[in-house]
């Protein structure tokens, strides 16, 4: 039993929707991914705050209260037979039975979640970083929001993939913005630079939790844009999701990340956040599912 549909528990396999599910016709719909260790997800409160500002930002009520919400994600979790997980939740405007863009009257939305074993970076792409490349930001003006529209950030994904790499960092009118599904962090300087949460990027939960422990330990850190010379020059750059933590990158469109001795090597700052992110994960995620 690992997945959920409308209210009930079921094997994934056997999760069916209908072809007229407006995310199916429309993309109308959000999502949300949480990281789960020892059975514990990981900054859970963090998450349903963030896919209610998208459900929000597309005009789709809340179908359950946050109480709700938690006992749904205790049963699915609990049911596994894995204990480190990666949830994830979608919500659409539900299924019509017409095709028209305005929104439906009296449709339930469809609510899925389903939990997969958790799949993090190996040990060889932590030690020695992971080859990234850009491109331009090719889409829409609302990336803040974590709806379901994801063509662009698979063809960005894929054109690193195509490159033999990891992620795509993107670019959008010479500054910064983030990969196709991480957040980028740069440093200069000995300063740990991030791009603002604006429009143009998802305001990722791992992305507050790092500025949270580098403001926890006095690690010198701006919220600033970023230009492309500043990331192209950076002493170090790392990507964070919550399934990809903090993740060195080792190059940039084939030119070694830094300077010297270290350039092509994860560096100081990025190992000290890394180490630094484990720590508060393991205390939080012992805690709780113990
Ligand atoms: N992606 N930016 C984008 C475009 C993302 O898709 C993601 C996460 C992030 C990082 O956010 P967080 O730290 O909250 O995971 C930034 C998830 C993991 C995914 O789509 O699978």
């Known amino acids: 039993m690992t997945a959920y549909l409308n209210g009930q528990f079921m094997p994934l396999s056997e999760a069916r929707i209908s ?6 016709l429309y993309a ?3 999502y949300e991914v949480i990281p789960v260790y020892s059975r514990c997800p990981f ?3 963090e998450h349903l705050r963030r896919m209610q500002s998208s459900l929000d930002g597309i005009r789709l009520p809340n179908p359950h209260s946050d109480d709700a919400w938690r006992a749904i994600i205790r049963r699915l979790i609990a049911a596994a037979e894995f204990a480190d997980q990666t949830l994830y939740i979608q919500i659409t405007r539900g299924a019509d039975l017409r095709r028209d863009p305005t929104f439906p009257k009296g449709v339930a939305p469809t609510v899925f979640l389903f939990t997969a074993p958790l799949v993090r970076p190996t040990p060889e792409q932590r030690q020695s970083g992971v080859a990234t490349i850009t491109a331009q930001d090719i889409r829409w003006a609302r990336c803040d929001l974590k709806t379901v529209a994801l063509l662009p950030n698979v063809l960005m994904r894929q054109l690193a993939a195509d490159a033999g ?13 983030e990969g196709s599904a991480s ?11 991030a791009p603002p949460k604006d429009q143009r990027i998802l305001p990722g939960i791992t992305y507050d939790l790092v500025l949270e422990l580098a403001a926890r330990h006095g690690a010198p850190h701006a919220v600033r844009p970023v230009n492309e010379a500043e990331l192209r020059s950076a002493d170090e750059l790392w990507i964070t999701s919550s399934t990809k933590e903090v993740l060195p990158i080792a190059t940039l469109d084939g030119q070694p990340v830094g300077h010297g001795a270290l350039a092509g090597k994860p560096g100081p700052v990025t ?6 992110y484990c720590a508060f994960r393991d205390q939080v995620t012992r805690g709780a599912g113990a």
């Open 165 to 177: 790499c990891v992620e795509t960092i993107m670019l959008r009118d010479g500054f910064l913005t």
């Open 183 to 193: 957040n980028v962090f740069v440093v200069k300087d000995g300063i740990i630079l």
């Open 19 to 24: 072809p007229l599910d407006r995310g199916f």
């Open 43 to 45: 900054r859970i409160d």
């Open 271 to 276: 190992g000290q956040m890394h180490a630094w």
């Open 28 to 30: 109308d719909g959000v």
